[in-house]
């Protein structure tokens, strides 16, 4: 059994920064992807930023390059999210998300992910 705990969010101006963290406990051995999703009122759920196997893989929403950067962290269980440059736009619930499938590496895909966190609130406005 597998738990997600994301925490980090916080109401913030246009331009500030925040970093989002994700703690996974259980047994994450089989972990291949982390990935980090959100979801705005009336909007579908979409895929931000992952973190392939070993780190070597990392795909971002178009919406965020340049903006945000996935990192794991220090303990292998923990999973970063450093926003910088935030919009209005980004304003979201966000979700930290585990995947155990090999097809995770080729997409920011819902679908692929097993295990979710409860999301932590992200709001950008002036």
């Known amino acids: 059994q597998v738990q997600v705990a994301e925490s980090g969010g916080g109401t913030v101006e246009p331009g500030s920064s925040l970093r989002l963290s994700c703690e996974a406990s259980g047994d994450t051995s089989r972990t291949l992807c982390l990935a980090w999703f959100r979801q705005a009122p009336g909007k579908e759920r979409e895929g931000v930023a992952l973190l392939g196997p070993a780190g070597r893989t990392t795909k971002y929403a178009d919406s965020v390059k340049a903006r945000f950067t996935i990192a794991r962290g220090d303990v292998k269980s923990t999973v970063y999210l450093q926003m910088n440059s935030l919009k209005p736009e980004d304003t979201a619930m966000y979700y930290c998300?585990?995947?155990?499938?090999?097809?995770?590496?080729?997409?920011?895909?819902?679908?692929?992910?097993?295990?979710w966190g409860e999301g932590t609130q992200v709001t950008v406005s002036a």
């Open positions: 998300a585990i995947s155990t499938r090999p097809s995770c590496i080729n997409s920011l895909d819902s679908r692929w992910f097993n295990n």
